[in-house]
């Protein structure tokens, strides 16, 4: 294809979509400026032609703004997340009930993760977010386990891509050699963790994760998370108490896939 020049307002209308369909519930006018930094006519603006196409529909009463069913057909013909998930599904259950906490598998989508299958249910502690769901690369413990670990060519690129976008948790990506020390650590250590400020944007502080990937020798099937309240486990009790689990469970998905990826 030849190289043109992308269309700043469609990017900015995909933005905004986007943060719509992530704040799901808490839509604001307020909020979504807050996510995605343009000022707030022009965001209006974007809404006002998202609600025409029938892409974004608003609650006059709440005043809040949702993703409509239409957004359904922009992902009918993705299929790549779907064979993953069916794999990894009769897992996920046993290990959800051997430790006590859910998990997420998540594959790298362009600049973030997307969910492919799920231990979490709906309730007050949890945020439910199902498959489906795209997770910004160095925001998660899923995100951050995947750049860590996934070759120093990818990871420039991810670096590079990410570099734009003024959200607090991509700041790193402006520090190339502070990045690339943080993602040595991450190696050394064998997981991830999620970033304060997302933690903090998402889940009020309530909720964090650790996150390794699920791989086989230079390739990353996936990466896998496991989600708890920090008023149950301090950062380093989790770190010591789910990492070895995890890294078992990595290991024996990752067997399944290569299996999987084999036949």
């Known amino acids: 294809m030849a190289s043109y020049r992308p269309v700043i307002s469609v990017l900015r209308c995909l933005d905004v979509l986007a943060a719509v369909n992530r704040l799901s519930g808490r839509a604001s006018l307020a909020e979504i400026h807050r996510q995605v930094g343009l000022d707030k006519a022009t965001i209006l603006r974007m809404l006002e032609t998202l609600a025409h196409a029938g892409f974004v ?85 899923l995100g951050r386990a995947y750049t860590a670990f996934c070759g120093p060519a990818e990871r420039a690129k991810i670096l590079e891509t990410v570099a734009t976008d003024p959200a607090p948790w991509n700041d790193i990506s402006r520090d190339r050699a502070g990045a690339e020390a943080a993602f040595a650590q991450i190696r050394a250590a064998g997981y991830a963790t999620m970033d304060g400020s997302y933690m903090a944007q998402e889940y009020e502080n309530r909720i964090s994760s650790v996150g390794v990937p699920i791989r086989d020798g230079e390739t990353i099937f996936a990466c896998i998370n496991v989600l708890y309240l920090r008023t149950a486990l301090s950062a380093e009790d989790a770190a010591i108490s789910l990492t070895a689990p995890l890294q078992e469970i990595a290991a024996a998905l990752s067997a399944d896939l290569a299996r999987q990826s084999a036949a």
């Open 57 to 141: 529909v608003r609650d006059d009463d709440t005043r809040l703004y949702h993703a409509a069913g239409k957004t359904l057909q922009l992902s009918a013909g993705y299929r790549a997340h779907s064979a993953i998930g069916a794999a990894v599904s009769p897992r996920l259950g046993d290990f959800r009930r051997r430790i006590g906490w859910p998990s997420d598998v998540a594959i790298r989508d362009g600049d973030a993760m997307i969910v492919v299958e799920t231990s979490r249910e709906a309730g007050p502690m949890f945020v439910n977010r199902g498959p489906g769901y795209r997770a910004p690369l160095l925001a998660t413990s």
